[in-house]
């Protein structure tokens, strides 16, 4: 079992910055994969960013959407992982989950509860 806690939603104005947290505990393969996905009201669930653990590369991948304007990072010793987010739109408002992938057989997905990110214009 992971569980994760989220934390740094809140409101801003477009054009501004905030940083999203997310910490792991729990049943930690060294082989996965963290990642922010995100919800509008009546749309679905979108992959925001992922980015795999150290032992399997350390790769990142962003939504066409946020390329160049977000940043996911991750503390491994801390199975933490961060997004940071600039330039800020309107459309960015959504609720925030983090996700945590295990690459067992089979892999699982495990929730954060999410946190609101509000961007106003």
């Known amino acids: 079992q992971v569980q994760l806690v989220e934390s740094g939603g809140g409101l801003v104005q477009a054009g501004g910055s905030l940083r999203l947290s997310c910490a792991a505990s729990g049943s930690i393969f060294s082989r996965n994969a963290m990642g922010w996905y995100r919800q509008a009201p009546g749309k679905q669930r979108e992959l925001v960013a992922t980015?795999?653990?150290?032992?399997?590369?350390?790769?990142?991948n962003y939504a066409d959407s946020v390329k160049g304007r977000f940043t996911i990072s991750r503390d491994n010793p801390k199975n933490t992982v961060y997004l940071q987010m600039n330039s800020l739109k309107p459309e960015d408002t959504a609720v925030y989950y983090c996700?945590?992938?295990?690459?067992?057989?089979?892999?699982?997905?495990?929730w954060g509860q999410g946190t609101q990110v509000t961007v106003s214009s």
């Open positions: 996700n945590h992938r295990t690459f067992t057989i089979p892999p699982r997905d495990y």
């Open positions: 980015i795999t653990s150290v032992a399997s590369g350390g790769n990142t």
